[in-house]
């Protein structure tokens, strides 16, 4: 049998405890094998991110404890990469793992904005995190793998930002290492 690797990709600009509360649902739905959490290199509605090597510091001091790995594919790869291209790419490499992508209710109303969208659908199954206010709607081909409980935790890697803007305390946010690490090197004030 195929070993099950959930992909969590996104911007994690920066993770925060959203993220981890989706982590913690797929670990605790004994369904997965491993997750990986995979950053990206672009943002692929052209959003402005901090560092790569900032991002991945955050996401280091916020999943210490969690049984997960940071896949730099996306990161490493020479030139813009998306979503499909990297699942063709892992499954390549990869070929006695079965791979899944994590993704938010709410992205499902943008996801044939996605490069490749309808033959992402047919390659890879997906794990939907219900969001308030976003109900599952079918897009193309989606094949759904299994749905994580919709919590009322309306955190966003925005809200963080415009919060750290305004000197607003992030802390309800954020695991306190990420707090900390924005804080010492004066991310996201601009």
């Given at each position: 049998?195929?070993?099950?690797?959930?992909?969590?990709g996104?911007?994690?600009?920066p993770i925060?405890?959203?993220h981890?509360d989706?982590?913690?649902?797929?670990?605790?739905?004994?369904?997965?094998?491993?997750?990986?959490?995979?950053p990206?290199?672009?943002?692929?509605?052209?959003?402005?991110?901090?560092?790569?090597?900032?991002?991945?510091n955050?996401?280091?001091?916020?999943?210490?404890?969690?049984?997960?790995n940071?896949?730099?594919?996306?990161?490493?790869?020479?030139?813009?990469?998306?979503?499909?291209?990297?699942?063709?790419?892992?499954?390549k490499?990869?070929?006695s793992?079965?791979?899944?992508?994590?993704?938010g209710?709410d992205?499902f109303?943008?996801?044939?904005?996605?490069?490749?969208?309808?033959?992402?659908?047919?390659?890879?199954?997906?794990?939907?995190?219900?969001?308030?206010?976003?109900?599952?709607?079918?897009?193309?081909?989606?094949?759904?793998f299994?749905?994580?409980?919709?919590?009322?935790?309306?955190?966003?890697?925005?809200?963080?930002?415009?919060?750290?803007?305004?000197?607003?305390?992030?802390?309800d946010?954020v695991?306190?290492?990420?707090?900390?690490?924005?804080?010492?090197?004066?991310?996201?004030?601009?």
């Open positions: 049998m195929k070993k099950k690797i959930a992909l969590f996104g911007s994690f600009n925060h405890k959203k981890l989706v982590i913690k649902e797929v670990i605790d739905s004994k369904k997965i094998d491993e997750i990986w959490i995979l990206c290199k672009n943002h692929s509605f052209n959003k402005k991110l901090i560092s790569e090597k900032d991002r991945i955050m996401i280091k001091f916020a999943v210490e404890g969690f049984k997960v940071i896949c730099r594919e996306e990161l490493d790869f020479e030139g813009r990469s998306y979503a499909y291209e990297t699942v063709i790419r892992l499954k490499k990869f070929p793992f079965e791979f899944y992508w994590i993704i209710s992205i109303y943008e996801f044939d904005k996605w490069y490749k969208h309808e033959a992402l659908a047919k390659e890879i199954k997906f794990i939907v995190s219900l969001r308030e206010g976003f109900p599952i709607k079918r897009t193309g081909e989606i094949r759904i299994f749905t994580l409980e919709e919590k009322v935790n309306n955190i966003s890697s925005t809200t963080v930002r415009e919060c750290i803007k305004k000197g607003e305390n992030i802390q946010f695991p306190l290492k990420v707090k900390k690490y924005i804080m010492k090197n004066g991310l996201y004030k601009n």
